[in-house]
């Protein structure tokens, strides 16, 4: 299935034939989202890319483009770097956000693509659709969802899926 349009809004997340509890960042939603303050972004957003921990799981049916996390990996946060808010590589010299965690939180990580085209330095980074903590706690700026949910709705994203997030 491709096009495939999720909303969150007061901590559901919705989608054609479902809906779950899930988390939104400390910050709340909203419009002015910057580096750092907790919130998550408003807006219609697509749905870019997913990333998994092959250790921890089989591969997961989508049809978004699909790639396994490796220890290396880092999203630069950085607003002063060249390669703020991208996946890049350790070694890296700027500061970023581990993508590979001791915690289940990122055993499946959807890259929405919030400040993605172009990205604007300082207007927030690593906003992605993971896995939530036991208790639904607030995320960085991101949504969350239990696993199971994440696996079941991966499996119907594709090219042209959205995420609408709003308070």
């Not at 290396?72 to 700027?94: F, G, I, K, M, Q």
């Amino acid at each position: 299935m491709t096009g495939q349009n999720l909303i969150y809004a007061a901590g559901q997340l919705s989608w054609p034939g479902g809906d779950a509890r899930a988390a939104c960042g400390r910050g709340g939603v909203r419009v002015d989202k910057r580096e750092g303050d907790g919130a998550s972004p408003a807006g219609t957003f697509p749905l870019l890319s997913a990333l998994y921990r092959p250790d921890r799981l089989p591969v997961p049916r989508t049809e978004l483009k699909l790639a396994p996390l490796q220890p290396d990996h880092l999203w630069v946060d950085d607003p002063e770097d060249a390669s703020y808010n991208r996946l890049v590589t350790l070694p890296y010299p700027a500061r970023g956000e581990a993508l590979w965690r001791q915690d289940d939180l990122y055993d499946i990580v959807v890259v929405i693509g919030y400040n993605a085209f172009p990205v604007v330095p300082g207007a927030g980074s690593a906003i992605f659709l993971h896995v939530a903590r036991r208790d639904f706690a607030p995320t960085a700026g991101c949504i969350a969802v239990a696993r199971d949910v994440l696996v079941s709705v991966l499996d119907s994203l594709g090219p042209g899926s959205t995420i609408t997030i709003r308070a």
